[in-house]
């Protein structure tokens, strides 16, 4: 739980919300990713939509993340 809600912290860091935090982690794996995220509702539109300003998390964002996963 511990790793969960350090790892939660960083995704939604810098005003993403939960489901921005996860689309910014993808873009930052790889340029070629392209999410296809859920959506059921016009706000869930609105909010995936509202990841692209903030773009892809930053290496030192990913790195932190590799950290408390234990990948690093």
């Not at 939960?18 to 059921?40: D, E, H, K, M, Y």
């Not at 932190?64 to 996963?69: A, C, G």
Request: hydrophobic fraction near 40%.
């Amino acid at each position: 739980m511990a790793k969960r809600d350090a790892i939660r912290e960083i995704l939604t860091s810098s005003g993403r919300t939960v489901a921005q935090g996860p689309l910014a982690w993808l873009w930052a794996r790889s340029p070629q990713t392209v999410p296809i995220p859920v959506f059921r509702t016009v706000k869930h539109v609105e909010e995936n939509g509202g990841a692209m300003p903030f773009g892809p998390r930053k290496p030192e964002r990913m790195r932190q993340i590799e950290k408390i996963l234990g990948r690093s």
